[in-house]
């Protein structure tokens, strides 16, 4: 009588994942794979906007517009005829809210990618679930040097001229940098929650606008209301202009960069998760 020997039957279950894929996972939930994934998608969106220079308009012709508009239609009656003198009040502030507004494109192109089911892509790749986020976010910087340089440039054509010193106008160019990419989250947010690009234009224009004229950026506020004075003072717009304008032609600075910095501190904690939220829920 002879017996049969079988093998022990493999356990139910799906299958341990193979030493690549394990390597791929723990490879991706480290800080310097998160950086490196984050620059690559930097890296897209840049390629993106190199192909498409058209989207380029907000922080290359549109500050140029904006700034002779300001400067030779509303410059002589705000500033008393002088419009060379309005040119040294508004372009420091014109540089900060200007790069702001130029944030607004972010939203609209990550709502675009996702209708397209190019974040579906992502979703499948071993990478953070923030990264696509983020490195959309890291590739702005690149337009918001675009929109300084051009406005610098353009404003220096027509008679603006830093009353401080180097360091000083790095450390403006710094802050409007980084104001600009907290401020940018509430694009990104609002376009995980809307449904089109257009949309996301719409609700931004709205907020954007009324935070950049209630503001000090292009009239002092003791011209305005005085129930508007206070709203315009405690405008997030009105302390980074003020301490743009106090680095690059002279004046006041701390108590203005400090209410700046809060600002930014304030805007990334509440919205950078609003917007990973958004994310997870929508991608």
Not at 132 to 139: F, T
Not at 182 to 203: E, L, N
Not at 231 to 254: C, D, Q
């Amino acid at each position: 009588m002879s017996t049969a020997l079988q093998s022990p039957a493999k356990p139910a279950g799906p299958p341990s994942p193979g030493p690549v894929s394990a390597t791929l996972t723990t490879a991706s939930s480290s800080p310097a794979s998160y950086f490196s994934h984050v620059l690559t998608l930097a890296k897209r969106g840049l390629i993106k906007t190199w192909r498409t220079p058209e989207a380029l308009i907000d922080v290359t012709l549109q500050p140029i517009i904006f700034l002779l508009m300001f400067t030779y239609i509303f410059g002589g009656a705000i500033a008393g005829g002088s419009q060379q003198q309005y040119l040294q009040f508004v372009l420091p502030s014109m540089m900060g809210i200007g790069i702001a507004m130029a944030g607004v494109a972010i939203g609209q192109n990550l709502n675009a990618d996702i209708e397209k089911g190019v974040f579906d892509r992502f979703r499948s790749l071993p990478i953070g679930r923030s990264v696509p986020l983020v490195g959309a976010v890291a590739a702005d910087v690149v337009r918001y040097l675009i929109s300084i340089g051009v406005t610098l440039g353009m404003a220096t054509i027509l008679g603006f001229r830093i009353q401080t010193n180097a360091i000083a106008t790095i450390a403006a160019i710094g802050l409007a940098v980084a104001f600009a990419l907290c401020f940018c989250w509430i694009s990104v947010w609002v376009g995980m929650k809307v449904r089109t690009p257009g949309a996301v234009q719409g609700i931004m224009f709205l907020l954007v606008l009324p935070l950049s004229f209630v503001s000090n950026a292009y009239v002092p506020t003791s011209t305005m209301p005085s129930w508007m004075q206070p709203v315009a003072n405690a405008n997030p717009m009105s302390h980074l202009a003020s301490a743009i304008r106090g680095l690059m032609t002279g004046g006041p600075v701390t108590n203005d960069l400090l209410w700046t910095l809060g600002w930014m501190a304030a805007l990334l904690v509440v919205f950078v998760p609003l917007a990973l939220r958004g994310y997870r829920r929508r991608a």
